[in-house]
């Protein structure tokens, strides 16, 4: 192998640059948010690094120069996060008696204010949600005022708050919800609620979760638009804010709702919008034992939110060790909330 030339020696110094990121971005996921908080926000940019890391290898490798070393090494020592990120293949397991599929949908309050021009999305996501059929609905950002027909699901909890504009959540069943309730996020507009479903003989205890938001784009009103510089500087402060309080509070939120999964004795479903990344703190703490519907039987990217620099998935289904997932789906081609539907086909283990 030939020494380097200038410009690669540029270019593996920027390689040097992503690996140190790349790592930090990896030991995140085992220490606390509320001690690193802005740090954290590497673990929503490990997916890009992953994919860079990848380029710089097919790079040296085209060159056929001995740094290609450097990003092997670190694609090798990452091998569990891209599982999380892109799974090449998967097969579902044949539909048997005893199956029942949970959908988790956040639905941005039916498209209530109009984000999407079309006046047919609350009907079209009735529909969809008809034909896909699923026996256990989660729904967040749930809005009474589309008046939506649920018929088709017998049993439901739904729990609303706010004054002006009521939002909260929905889980609709076609098995009998015998127990039902809530759980209060502090100084948080957030929140967890939970059923308890008989299903023959079985009892089992849904989670539908909607975490704290990063909410990286600052208000309007935020922004001074007679001056450009300011208007970054205070965007750029803004986001800093956001991040450092949006990483705290998640793990205090994934803190008490795992707390509050310790007491329960039924096999548990957790489900819902996380609003952070599969290589996060908070995505470790409230997965445990349990498993990850997309690794298990998911395929591709499984991006479950709209965000146009990388397929992002930050709505999850985990299944108690109890429970088989026999298939995974995410909808990303069906366009009418900031979010994608989720689904599952799951089993209890005999």
Not at 160 to 171: A, E, F, L, S
Request: proline share 4%; glycine share 4%.
């Amino acid at each position: 192998m030939k020494k380097l030339s200038w410009f690669n020696k540029f270019m593996f110094f920027l390689n040097i640059v992503l690996t140190v990121l790349t790592v930090i971005a990896y030991v995140l996921p085992f220490l606390a948010p509320r001690a690193f908080p802005i740090f954290s926000v590497l673990t929503l940019f490990l997916p890009m690094f992953l994919i860079v890391n990848g380029l710089f290898f097919i790079y040296w490798a085209i060159m056929l120069k001995r740094q290609i070393i450097l990003s092997a090494l670190v694609l090798l020592a990452g091998i569990t996060f891209i599982n999380k990120f892109y799974k090449f293949s998967s097969t579902a397991s044949p539909v048997e008696q005893g199956d029942f599929k949970i959908m988790s949908y956040n639905v941005r309050l039916f498209n209530l204010f109009e984000w999407i021009t079309d006046k047919s999305v609350p009907a079209d996501m009735l529909a969809f949600i008809n034909e896909q059929n699923p026996d256990i609905l989660c729904i967040q950002e749930f809005s009474e005022s589309a008046k939506m027909d649920f018929k088709v699901f017998p049993y439901k909890y739904v729990m609303m708050q706010g004054d002006n504009i009521k939002t909260g959540q929905g889980i609709f069943s076609k098995f009998p919800i015998i127990n039902q309730g809530k759980i209060e996020l502090p100084e948080s507009h957030n929140n967890v609620v939970y059923v308890d479903i008989r299903k023959g003989l079985d009892t089992l205890r849904v989670y539908s979760m909607h975490l704290q938001s990063v909410k990286i784009t600052p208000d309007v009103d935020e922004i001074n638009h007679d001056n450009i510089n300011s208007m970054d500087q205070k965007k750029s402060q803004a986001i800093l804010r956001r991040l450092s309080k949006a990483f705290t509070a998640q793990q205090q939120q994934a803190e008490i709702m795992v707390q509050h999964t310790k007491s329960c004795t039924y096999p548990i479903i957790i489900c819902g919008d996380m609003n952070n990344s599969a290589f996060s703190f908070v995505y470790r703490h409230i997965k445990g034992n349990l498993s990850d519907s997309f690794e298990e039987a998911g395929k591709g990217f499984g991006q479950t939110y709209n965000f146009k620099y990388y397929p992002a998935r930050i709505d999850y289904i985990f299944a108690d060790p109890k429970i088989k997932v026999k298939d995974f789906e995410s909808f990303s081609q069906f366009e009418y909330s900031d979010h994608y539907p989720i689904m599952a086909r799951l089993s209890m283990r005999n």
